[in-house]
């Protein structure tokens, strides 16, 4: 019954991806954005709000519609073992972190997913399960959320080099590193 509601849901949700025809991959780095949208006036109680240790999967769609603090989304999915943003469409896999431009979760934001995730990440944080340069984004994230048993480390230089925080949860203010990201991993 489960892999029966699982099954219907990635049905849907792809569905919904072709009708839309909206493939909103922005592959971030060095120019702006290719494609963004703003934040709508729908009701909060559409998003799924889950903890970090969740069992439930949170897909791109439980994000869908964005609190009135967000201004735009754009999106990134990560493979594992592989750096920066990859092919996919939002609605393929499952959601891993969002990065936001402001503390408590607002301006615009990043929805970093993984097309191939049906489960979400592995307990640890050894391995290596995608992460990108901010390219344009780069010295502007001020909070973030993670879903799916995932983590998030913010570095202050490109390509995981330089300072960085430890692997985060959630932080609705970053301190001390707000604006200063440049890289992420997600493990």
Same mark, same amino acid.
């Given at each position: 019954?489960?892999?029966?509601?699982?099954?219907?849901?990635?049905?849907?949700?792809?569905?919904?991806?072709?009708?839309?025809?909206?493939?909103?991959?922005?592959?971030?780095?060095?120019? !702006?954005?290719?494609? #963004?949208? +703003? &934040? $709508?006036?729908?009701?909060?109680?559409?998003?799924?709000?889950?903890?970090?240790? =969740?069992?439930?999967?949170?897909?791109?769609?439980?994000l869908e !519609?964005?609190p009135a #603090?967000? +201004? &735009? $989304?754009?999106?990134?999915?990560?493979?594992?073992?592989?750096?920066?943003?990859? =092919?996919?469409?939002?609605?393929?896999?499952?959601?891993?972190?969002?990065?936001?431009?402001?503390?408590?979760?607002?301006?615009?934001?990043?929805?970093?997913?993984?097309?191939?995730?049906?489960?979400?990440?592995?307990?640890?944080?050894?391995?290596?399960?995608?992460?990108?340069?901010?390219?344009t984004y780069?010295?502007?994230?001020?909070?973030?959320?993670?879903?799916?048993?995932?983590?998030?480390?913010?570095?202050?230089?490109?390509?995981?080099?330089?300072?960085?925080?430890?692997?985060?949860?959630?932080?609705?203010?970053?301190?001390?590193?707000?604006?200063?990201?440049?890289?992420?991993?997600?493990?």
């Amino acid at each position: 019954m489960r892999n029966d509601r699982h099954f219907d849901r990635a049905l849907r949700t792809r569905l919904m991806a072709v009708a839309s025809g909206a493939l909103l991959l922005v592959a971030l780095g060095a120019t !702006a954005p290719a494609t #963004a949208r +703003t &934040a $709508t006036d729908q009701s909060h109680t559409d998003v799924q709000v889950e903890e970090v240790t =969740s069992s439930s999967p949170v897909m791109v769609e439980d994000l869908e !519609a964005a609190p009135a #603090a967000v +201004t &735009a $989304t754009y999106y990134c999915a990560v493979r594992d073992g592989t750096f920066g943003c990859q =092919s996919g469409t939002p609605g393929d896999g499952l959601v891993v972190t969002e990065l936001f431009q402001h503390a408590d979760f607002g301006g615009w934001r990043i929805v970093v997913f993984n097309p191939a995730y049906s489960y979400g990440c592995t307990s640890g944080t050894g391995d290596n399960e995608g992460g990108a340069n901010l390219g344009t984004y780069a010295n502007q994230v001020s909070s973030v959320k993670t879903y799916n048993h995932c983590d998030v480390k913010l570095f202050d230089s490109n390509n995981k080099t330089g300072a960085s925080t430890a692997f985060i949860h959630w932080d609705n203010n970053l301190g001390s590193f707000n604006d200063r990201a440049n890289s992420f991993r997600i493990s």
